[in-house]
C-alpha cells in the first residue's frame, strides 16, 4: 500500500497574489502557477525516517535550483519521500508540472511484472475523499511499455493505478512533465466521467528503488509546480 495514506510533510509555498499574473498563464485562461513545492520540504513517509538509510539528498544545481536526488543501492530498504497539498490548494489547483531525469535503471525493474516492480523513479499523487485514498502513481521505468497502465489496485479505502509515463532512454537527460489532475483522476476512477466529483489532492510523494530486482536505481526530482 502506498504510504500516501500517511501523514505527508508540510509543504513550502510560493503563492500568486490577488490577481496578479504568476509565472504561468499571462493569456486569461491559461494556467499559471500557484506554488512551488520546496524539495528541502519532503520527508520520508515510507521506509527508515532520517541517517544514511535515507538514501536521498538535496543538490543545489545553480540556475536550474535545487533538486532531490534518490540513489538506491542494493540491500537498502526502500523509502519514499513525500510532501502534501496546502488545504486551500486542494480543490484548486488542476495541474502538476515536474522535471525529471533517470540516473539509473534497476535492471529488468518492470512494475507490471510481479516480483520486478523497481524503476529509476516514481512520482504519487494521492487523493483523499473521506476514508478512502485515490493514488496515481506515475512511473519511469527500466523496460515496462510505454503508456502502459498495471499494478491496479481496487480496495475499499484505497485504489491505485500505476502508469507508465516514461520507459528506457538515455540516463541524465531531463524530462519535463504535466499532469491534468482533474482529468487523470477522472479516467482512472471515475470511467473518464467528465462530471464525476474530484476529491482533494492531498499530496505528492517520489522513488528510487531497487529491492525486488536487487540492483542500483536512482533518479533526479525537480521543480515541482502546482497550477490552476
Not at 69 to 86: A, C, F, H, I, W
Not at 146 to 158: E, S, T, Y
Amino acid at each position: 500500500m502506498s504510504s500516501l495514506g500517511r501523514k505527508l510533510a508540510p509543504v513550502m509555498l510560493i503563492i500568486s497574489a490577488g490577481s496578479s499574473p504568476g509565472p504561468e498563464g499571462t493569456a486569461e485562461g491559461e494556467p499559471r502557477v500557484v506554488a512551488a513545492l520546496d524539495v528541502h520540504r519532503f520527508r520520508s513517509v515510507e521506509g527508515p525516517k532520517s541517517g544514511p538509510a535515507v538514501y536521498y539528498q538535496v543538490v543545489e544545481e545553480g540556475a536550474g535550483g535545487p533538486l532531490l536526488r534518490g540513489s538506491y543501492q542494493p540491500g537498502m530498504e526502500s523509502v519514499e519521500m513525500g510532501v502534501d497539498v496546502p488545504q486551500a490548494l486542494r480543490q484548486r489547483v488542476r495541474f502538476l508540472r515536474w522535471r525529471w531525469r533517470a540516473r539509473a535503471f534497476p535492471v529488468g525493474g518492470d512494475e507490471c511484472r510481479p516480483g520486478l516492480g523497481d524503476s529509476a523513479g516514481s512520482v504519487s499523487l494521492g487523493f483523499k475523499r473521506g476514508l478512502k485514498w485515490y493514488v496515481l502513481k506515475y512511473v519511469w521505468s527500466s523496460v515496462s511499455k510505454l503508456g502502459a497502465i498495471c499494478d491496479l489496485k481496487r480496495r475499499p479505502f484505497f485504489e491505485r493505478d500505476t502508469v507508465i509515463l516514461e520507459s528506457g532512454g538515455e540516463t541524465l537527460q531531463w524530462r519535463e512533465e504535466t499532469v491534468d489532475l482533474r482529468k487523470a483522476f477522472r479516467d482512472h476512477f471515475e470511467n473518464g466521467n467528465a462530471k464525476a466529483q474530484v476529491p482533494d489532492f492531498v499530496g505528492l510523494a517520489v522513488m528510487s528503488d531497487g529491492d525486488q530486482t536487487h540492483s542500483e536505481s536512482g533518479a533526479d526530482f525537480a521543480s515541482f509546480e502546482l497550477l490552476e
